[in-house]
RNA sequence: GCUUCCUUAGCUCAGCCGGUUAGAGCAUCUGACUGUUAAUCAGAGGGUCCCUGGUUCGAGCCCAGGAGGGAGCGCCA
């Protein structure tokens, strides 16, 4: 009853003060406090304001239909001005820049100005004019300014002056409010809608593979336990250890580390799939190229062999950074500006030029006669160190590199064993400054021949026999790779930590926010 | 996990060889300025020098332990 007698009264006070004066009552009281349940109604009270539609920031700076009235609604990044005429510069995030609100500061008196702070929220009515001043084309005159969320500028934790990276991941929650995160939110939007659209067009299935595993021999690294057992007390067997059979699926069970195998079977049924999703891996990595969730791309083709593996990965690669270079030029402009002024000239060196293939032994050979001293030898056998990847990509060839043909005891069970019965099938493509972004294989299709590679490397078959029923029913040479794709997004955007190209990053000791 | 560097105002960072009351720019507050572009100009407020212990007449500075963060390496995508 109360709350009803005192919005009745604010309906009142707000649709009997003046135009200007009217949502400045509205932010000043206590209805803020409550739902928005409430807000709405009042909001109703501007009939300009809800008649109009609201336009993004992108839709005006591109606009050509000048002279018209218009609604903005978005973040304050900074307010200047004097006592006659105020700046605020706008922005929804819709694109990098902002656009500039011009306040006669006549009609909004700095009493009601005062709220509108580098972060608070506003809503703005007014006409959108071709710009008096230098700097931009166009500009937004005010007719009416609304502050939708104040902001408490000493509180407020984003300057409008330069704030470090490490500092920003600390605060990753407003950080997106950045030019820097908002570029790098967008172009990681476009390449994921890129690789959908690259997949589609070329007759790919998208298959969703699980999350949750029962099987801890995907080989690729230490796994997070998925479990209901109580912490404390769970249940155990005669022999004292956990029983699993108590376990939500009855069985141990982790997050996977990797779809490939489930997409295997799909790919021996529709030829062409991939798979893009979640990925953990419990390793204590503690580098700027590794977090414990990430997000993996896995195509694997039925029929395809390694040729045909390394002409997929590179086509795919190019065409993921074409469609960036097209539709995220302004953001990429900014990131080249900002931070790595040669991005641009790499992005368009990778787009233009062949990857150069080569494989292991030979590029042992080329280590081996480099003028270079190398902090770890090279030895056929061993596998590449960071140093001498970085050598082969960066110093010797200058350009991306796919290495293939790997000694068998480097790389993972599955791989197809090549002629020799030394090197497997593998290739890894490498990118500078990000080192291996792809790693693939044609795999092997020959059951006895991958039964005693699993039998060798102490892969229990029992727990594979689904996948190796692919072998028995129906085999087929078939070859793909994962694509990691917060690298693919720290190699476009120029970003030098991996913790900087996800919203959320999780790693050793941090799954903040 | 290993190696190495860092932690001083809300933010970015100075701070000499261990010596008086720890500084600057931005931000905040007050004032000035009729078209600004990270606006500018003048003034004011703002400090657990990461924490704990030690050495010393005296520690932001030297030593030990701890916490947090960065970079490099390993594991990988």
Sequence with gaps: MARKVEVLYLRLLIETASPQRRPFLFNDSPIKRWSYGYLC????????????????????????ELDREVLVKGWVRTRRGNKYVQFIAVNDGSIIHNIQVVADAEKFPEEDLKYVTTGSCVAIRGKLVA??????????????????????????????????LEHLREIAHLRPRTNTFGAVLRVRHALAFAIHDYFNKNGFFYVHTPIITGSDAEGAGQMFRVTTLSPEHPPRTADGSVDFSEDFFGKQTNLTVSGQLEGELAAMALGSIYTFGPTFRAENSNTARHLAEFWMIEPEVAFNELEENMDLAEDFLQSLVKYALEHCADDLAFLNEQYDKELLGRLHFVV??????????????????????????????????????????????????????YPKEIKAFYMKLDDDGRTVRAMDVLFPGIGEIIGGSQREEDYTKLTTRMAEMHVPTDELDWYLDTRRFGTAPHAGFGLGFERLVLFVTGMSNIRDVIPFPRYPKNAAF
Excluded: C
């Design 41 to 64: 109604p009042l909001t109703i009270r501007y009939p300009q304001v809800m008649s109009l539609k609201r336009s993004t920031v992108q839709q005006l700076l591109s606009s050509q």
């Design 131 to 164: 710009s008096q001043g230098k700097g931009q084309t166009v500009e937004i005159q005010a007719a009416e300014i609304t502050v939708l969320g104040k902001s408490d500028a000493e509180a407020y934790p984003l300057q409008k002056k330069a704030t470090s």
């Design 352 to 405: 233009d030029n062949a990857f150069q293939r080569l494989t292991y032994t030979e590029a042992v050979e080329i280590l081996k006669s480099a003028k270079q001293k190398f902090e770890f030898p090279v030895d056929w056998g061993t596998d590449l160190q960071s140093e001498h990847e970085r050598y082969l990509v960066e110093k010797h060839f200058k350009k991306p590199v796919i290495l293939t043909n």
